[in-house]
């Protein structure tokens, strides 16, 4: 039976459907209904920014190691509910189990760093230049914060704004994806029951793009937003950064990315295979850090590309339940999407990876296919040799299991190459040479590298984020995160019982400063 799933605001479920209903498969078995989303509209984004705002003060109020305590309790109630949340992710956006349950996992690790953190939120004592004066800094909680996320992770990268933001003191306007809405249903029942979380302070919005960005629009207008962070495309990114930009706000964006990895000639050919299966091709290629280019030295070129192409031809793929490297396309958007971007291959690319392109079906198989392709929304793996640094599938990011191969002869050319898209997200080198591995880290552009690792694979304890058309410098994760949900303020408290000014009233001592020896 399909889950119903509206609005909370303000601990109240939102009655209606102003935006209109929407009808969410399973996209691995598209005739199974998983959700029945009411949507909302810009004006239910307002009523949530309202009393997210109105629910501020008394939550900042609360003493931080209190809200630490809360965040430390959702860890453990999302902790007991692992398997379950997992399957709902997989049955709403089709990824396979074993990394829905590694997504889980991500909130509980989130969770535990920053139970911590409300007895850590420290400022600084500093010495003033003036007697009987004291100096302070504090950090204090941005205040009613709007958070709009994907539904590629559909609960761990949703963690990394609640949860710091929350511990500090801000209250919450999420909007996820309507696609992935019960899997934020269920996430954001486990944080309010997890945390004891008071009316107003977590507030869920379902609602489509357009009316997102007018009940965003709106509340920045009416003071009722105060910091914004987004995760999605590069395109709806910039536009965010610009209305954001229009009221003196800097929001946290986390956007798309283009990521290559380099394989040099000292490379451990099999691991950095190993690497670029995983990071190409899991979760179908949805990912904002998937690999996007393979950027192959000439010596080691055939070498490489004999050994991933079969390794894709094995590799397992069909039904997310199942043991298998991938499963469908998330949702039919991205389904057609994908099809603009296979028709980005031309003449000059030769493919490799399966034995069809486009859908996987009885009529265009894929051998070893695990369950019915007729059931979902299932692709070949592609890999396409041959890209040329202007070809579109250089250029622009492809959400999908399709990764670009090109080739390099020396080591200024291949990180040339690395940098020449424009992204700065996550970047991969496959080295023994250490010369080269300092080398790739000072000139990359991405905000992560992966050292024999791949461009997939963040820790909850260290900054996510990336440049150019990947981001706006903003990072998630870790303590590097406060710094998106928390603003300094300066203190100085004068006791001397007479005004002292700064710079003009300082005492000096006289030096010598003719004494030679």
């Known amino acids: ?234 395109l709806v990114g910039r536009k965010i950064g610009a209305l954001c930009g229009s009221h003196l706000q800097t929001p946290c964006l986390e956007l798309g990315g283009k990521n290559p990895q380099v394989v040099t000639p000292s490379a451990n050919l099999d691991l950095a295979v190993e690497g670029a299966l995983f990071s190409g091709f899991g979760t179908a290629g949805q990912r904002c850090t998937s690999l996007g280019t393979l950027i192959v030295h000439e010596s080691v070129h055939e070498d490489f590309l004999a050994r991933f192409d079969a390794a894709s031809r094995a590799a397992r793929i069909g039904d997310a339940f199942e043991d298998v490297l991938y499963g469908p396309m998330l949702d039919e958007r991205f389904a057609q999407r994908y099809e603009t971007f296979l028709g980005w291959i031309k003449d000059h690319h030769r493919t490799y990876g399966s034995d069809g392109i486009g859908r996987i079906t009885t009529d265009n198989p894929r051998k070893g296919f695990v369950g019915d392709p007729e059931a979902g929304m299932f692709y070949h793996p592609v890999i396409v040799d041959g890209v040329r640094r202007d070809d579109d599938l250089f250029l622009t990011e492809t959400f999908g299991p399709i990764v670009s191969v090109t080739t390099y002869r020396d080591f200024d050319e291949a990180l040339d190459l690395a940098n020449a898209h424009g992204y700065g997200l996550s970047a991969a080198i496959y080295t023994t040479d250490p010369h080269e591995v300092w080398t790739f880290r000072r000139g990359i552009s991405a905000g992560m590298v992966s050292v024999n690792n791949t461009t997939s694979g963040a820790e909850a304890h260290l900054p996510f984020g990336g440049n150019g058309k990947s981001g706006n410098g903003s990072r998630q994760s870790g303590q590097w995160v406060l710094d998106q949900f928390t603003r300094w303020q300066s203190m100085n408290w004068d006791h001397s019982g007479r005004l002292q000014k700064a710079q003009m009233d300082v005492a000096t001592l006289e030096p010598d400063l003719s004494f030679r020896l």
């Open 1 to 234: 039976m399909a889950r119903s799933v509206a609005s909370i605001v303000a601990g109240r479920l939102v009655a209606g459907a102003p935006g209109g209903t929407l009808q969410r498969p399973n996209p691995g078995r598209t005739a199974e209904l998983v959700t029945e989303v009411s949507l909302g509209d810009a004006s239910t984004f307002v009523e949530a920014a309202r009393a997210a705002k109105a629910a501020q003060r008394s939550w900042a109020d609360v003493p931080a190691p209190v809200r630490g305590s809360a965040i430390g309790k959702i860890g453990r109630l999302v902790e007991a509910n692992k398997d379950r949340l997992a399957r709902i992710v997989t049955e709403e956006i089709g990824k396979p189990l074993a990394e829905a349950l590694g997504e889980v996992q991500e909130i509980i690790d989130t969770c535990d760093f920053f139970l911590g953190e409300g007895r850590r939120l420290y400022g600084q004592t500093v010495p003033s230049e003036m007697p009987d004066k004291q100096l302070f800094t504090f950090r204090n909680p941005m205040g009613a914060v709007a958070v709009i996320t994907a539904g590629n992770f559909p609960v761990a990268v949703p963690s990394w704004y609640l949860v710091p933001a929350l511990v500090t003191g801000n209250t919450v306007v999420w909007k996820p994806a309507e696609y992935a809405a019960a899997s934020a249903k269920a996430l954001f029942e486990l944080f309010v029951h997890g945390g004891g979380l008071p009316d107003g302070v977590l507030n869920l919005v379902l609602a489509d793009g357009e009316q997102t960005y007018a009940g965003l629009e709106a509340s920045l207008d009416a003071g009722l937003v105060d910091k914004v962070g987004f995760t999605g495309s590069t």
